[in-house]
């Protein structure tokens, strides 16, 4: 076979990984109980070779979970070595210190055999809406009070179940045959991809995955380094305040670039607090490297080759390096600003590829309540999830984009399945209009969500919301986005964090920020101001006001 032949070859092999690791990810959002997994993606699915390197990840997913799961599997071969391994055994951990962060995300490795021998390893970490304590909400003091803790441990053995883990898991959880079918979902998905990867293997008649996975890792590595290079040198610094949890909270970092390679370093970040919304360096590591990625190597696939040259460090202690037992069950509140605090520093170095600053931070809506009188589990205890979005940054060259989930990327929950998978009713969904940022490019908008229990009754809401009082920052004179606030449609002010009452009769109502506008209002183009007047983007007195006299 020629030279170009086999380079052809390798490359249809890399795509097909790519493709079994996608079809691993439907799977798995079609086996699963749980609506975060099923509806809204918000899960990982990849392949690791024998090593634990990564080589290959499914689009669908969020950075949050693979990126943390990449550094994440070597703790699994470390208690597990890879000739210890059968057929028909799989891992399980939902340890926050070494996969994705907090107690919710449970992670599933399953070892994939191809002709009697180990060729690789199935990874996937999903997010499970009940993990017993305190639930997902920024309230517990310790991790002992935010939910039952699976150390790494065999879920299978040769394809006999661990009954007595699976007994103890549903007996410390509100919804134990949600948790049980996400769980042998995760198996499902695993098996089902391993099946597929050994007919790959026969049809293009490999015994493993040595070879292709050394060509992934270092054609990745090659294209990531050479993006790094044309980078300028030096070091920037840039700092972020948040609302936090009862005060303030400033997040430093200084990045450098240095010949091939990337360092962020968080010397200065603020120190942990008492509450769920702390850390762990494996999910700082993850949304910083995502998005340094997004501006300098988008195009280069997620691996083991192209995540190496970016290195991250952080004081113990901080924020964003929390150690044990501190609590971190909320902690995407901190962690899904770090792209917006990466992109200050990139923006003074390469400022014609950076977004202005967006929402960021995922509005999770988790409520929880008992079944009203007369529904087929009344009296029963409920624990819901649906996932909502502000505006993301304006970008150089467009507008910011509305109600969208960056960083995380999961899916929006359709309100029709939020609502049969609760006794809710989401009364109002909508875009808020003047909520973008102004400026050349306009800032995404944010929404305004109106929740409340089918029958009138009380319920409670985990709050766990951002950019309250500190909202997105406008860029190069761009406009801030819109500030968020949680209120109740009776008109009370609530806490953005904190577990909290509706009272009976009255509706949750959640106005979520916009994104951040980059360059000046009076540089953006007058047709663009009156389409956003048409499209209800912005309002026809905050067009004339903001935009000049006469538009709109």
Same mark, same amino acid.
């Given at each position: 076979?020629?030279?170009?032949?086999?380079?052809?070859?390798?490359?249809?092999?890399?795509?097909?990984?790519?493709?079994?690791?996608?079809?691993?990810?439907?799977?798995?959002?079609?086996?699963?109980?749980?609506?975060?997994? %099923? #509806?809204?993606?918000?899960?990982?699915?990849?392949?690791?070779?024998?090593?634990?390197?990564?080589?290959?990840?499914?689009?669908?997913?969020?950075?949050?979970? $693979?990126?943390?799961?990449?550094?994440? &599997?070597?703790?699994? =071969?470390?208690?597990?070595?890879?000739?210890?391994?059968?057929?028909?055994?799989?891992?399980?951990?939902?340890?926050?210190?070494?996969?994705?962060?907090?107690?919710?995300?449970?992670?599933?490795?399953?070892?994939?055999?191809?002709?009697?021998?180990? &060729?690789?390893?199935?990874?996937?970490?999903?997010?499970?809406?009940?993990?017993?304590?305190?639930?997902?909400?920024?309230?517990? %003091?310790?991790?002992?009070?935010?939910?039952?803790?699976?150390? =790494? !441990?065999?879920?299978?053995?040769?394809?006999?179940?661990?009954?007595?883990?699976?007994?103890?898991?549903?007996?410390? $959880?509100?919804?134990?045959?949600?948790?049980?079918?996400?769980?042998?979902?995760?198996?499902?998905?695993?098996?089902? /991809?391993?099946?597929?990867?050994?007919?790959?293997?026969?049809?293009? %008649?490999?015994?493993?995955?040595?070879? $292709?996975?050394?060509?992934?890792?270092?054609?990745?590595?090659?294209?990531?380094?050479?993006?790094?290079?044309?980078? @300028?040198?030096?070091?920037?610094?840039?700092?972020?305040?948040?609302?936090?949890?009862?005060?303030?909270?400033?997040?430093?970092?200084?990045?450098? *670039?240095?010949?091939?390679?990337? =360092?962020?370093?968080?010397?200065?970040?603020?120190?942990?607090?008492?509450?769920?919304?702390?850390?762990?360096?494996?999910?700082?590591?993850?949304?910083?490297?995502?998005?340094?990625?997004?501006?300098?190597?988008?195009?280069?696939?997620?691996?083991?080759?192209?995540?190496?040259?970016?290195?991250?460090?952080?004081?113990?202690?901080?924020?964003?390096?929390?150690?044990?037992?501190?609590?971190?069950?909320?902690?995407?509140?901190?962690?899904?600003?770090?792209? #917006?605090?990466?992109?200050?520093?990139?923006?003074?170095?390469? @400022?014609?590829?950076?977004?202005?600053?967006?929402?960021?931070? =995922?509005?999770?809506?988790?409520?929880?309540?008992?079944?009203?009188?007369?529904?087929?589990?009344?009296?029963?205890?409920?624990?819901? *999830?649906?996932?909502?979005?502000?505006?993301?940054?304006?970008?150089?060259?467009? #507008?910011?984009?509305?109600?969208?989930?960056?960083?995380?990327?999961?899916?929006?929950?359709?309100?029709? *399945?939020?609502?049969?998978?609760?006794?809710?009713?989401?009364?109002?969904?909508?875009?808020?209009?003047?909520?973008?940022?102004?400026?050349?490019?306009?800032?995404?908008?944010?929404?305004?969500?109106?929740?409340? !229990?089918? #029958?009138?009754?009380?319920?409670?809401?985990?709050?766990?919301?951002?950019?309250?009082?500190?909202?997105?920052?406008?860029?190069?004179?761009?406009?801030?986005?819109?500030?968020?606030?949680?209120?109740?449609?009776?008109?009370?002010? !609530?806490?953005?964090?904190?577990?909290?009452?509706?009272?009976?009769?009255?509706?949750? &109502?959640?106005?979520?920020?916009?994104?951040?506008?980059?360059?000046?209002?009076?540089?953006?183009?007058?047709?663009?101001?009156?389409?956003?007047?048409?499209?209800?983007? &912005?309002?026809?007195?905050?067009? /004339?006001?903001?935009?000049?006299?006469?538009?709109?």
């Amino acid at each position: 076979m020629t030279a170009a032949l086999n380079e052809l070859r390798t490359q249809v092999i890399w795509t097909r990984l790519i493709s079994i690791v996608e079809e691993q990810a439907q799977t798995l959002m079609r086996t699963a109980f749980s609506t975060t997994v %099923r #509806d809204a993606g918000d899960l990982s699915a990849a392949l690791f070779d024998l090593e634990g390197r990564l080589i290959a990840e499914a689009v669908t997913g969020t950075p949050g979970h $693979v990126n943390s799961m990449a550094a994440g &599997v070597r703790h699994f =071969l470390a208690k597990f070595p890879v000739p210890t391994m059968a057929e028909g055994d799989h891992f399980i951990t939902n340890d926050p210190w070494l996969t994705a962060g907090h107690l919710h995300d449970v992670t599933v490795l399953s070892p994939a055999f191809h002709q009697g021998r180990i &060729v690789g390893l199935f990874g996937v970490c999903c997010h499970q809406v009940d993990i017993g304590g305190l639930g997902q909400g920024p309230d517990g %003091r310790s991790v002992f009070e935010e939910g039952l803790q699976i150390p =790494l !441990m065999k879920l299978a053995s040769r394809g006999v179940l661990n009954q007595d883990l699976l007994d103890i898991l549903c007996l410390n $959880v509100r919804t134990p045959l949600q948790v049980r079918g996400d769980v042998l979902s995760y198996i499902s998905s695993n098996e089902s /991809a391993a099946r597929r990867l050994s007919a790959m293997l026969a049809e293009f %008649r490999l015994d493993d995955l040595a070879g $292709v996975a050394d060509y992934i890792v270092d054609r990745s590595l090659a294209a990531t380094r050479a993006e790094i290079a044309r980078l @300028p040198q030096g070091s920037w610094t840039s700092s972020l305040t948040i609302d936090g949890y009862g005060h303030p909270i400033t997040l430093r970092a200084r990045l450098t *670039i240095e010949g091939e390679r990337i =360092l962020v370093d968080y010397e200065g970040t603020d120190a942990c607090v008492p509450r769920g919304i702390n850390v762990v360096l494996n999910y700082c590591r993850a949304y910083t490297i995502f998005g340094l990625r997004c501006v300098i190597s988008p195009e280069v696939p997620n691996n083991y080759g192209a995540l190496l040259p970016f290195e991250v460090v952080a004081p113990e202690g901080s924020i964003v390096n929390v150690q044990r037992p501190w609590p971190v069950a909320a902690r995407h509140v901190i962690g899904q600003m770090l792209p #917006d605090l990466v992109f200050g520093c990139l923006s003074q170095a390469i @400022p014609d590829r950076v977004p202005a600053e967006g929402s960021s931070c =995922l509005w999770s809506v988790q409520l929880r309540g008992r079944q009203p009188a007369g529904e087929p589990q009344a009296g029963e205890s409920f624990d819901a *999830i649906f996932f909502n979005s502000g505006g993301s940054g304006a970008r150089p060259s467009q #507008d910011g984009l509305s109600g969208t989930a960056f960083p995380s990327g999961v899916r929006a929950m359709p309100v029709e *399945i939020t609502e049969n998978s609760a006794p809710i009713v989401i009364w109002r969904k909508e875009l808020l209009t003047d909520s973008g940022g102004i400026g050349e490019r306009r800032g995404g908008l944010g929404q305004r969500v109106e929740v409340a !229990m089918r #029958d009138g009754s009380a319920f409670e809401v985990l709050a766990m919301f951002e950019r309250v009082d500190h909202p997105a920052q406008g860029r190069d004179g761009g406009g801030d986005g819109s500030q968020g606030s949680v209120r109740l449609a009776s008109g009370k002010a !609530m806490q953005a964090k904190g577990l909290q009452q509706i009272p009976a009769g009255d509706r949750l &109502v959640l106005d979520i920020p916009g994104g951040a506008g980059l360059g000046t209002a009076t540089s953006r183009a007058a047709d663009l101001v009156a389409r956003d007047v048409e499209e209800g983007f &912005v309002s026809a007195e905050a067009a /004339a006001r903001l935009y000049g006299s006469g538009v709109g």
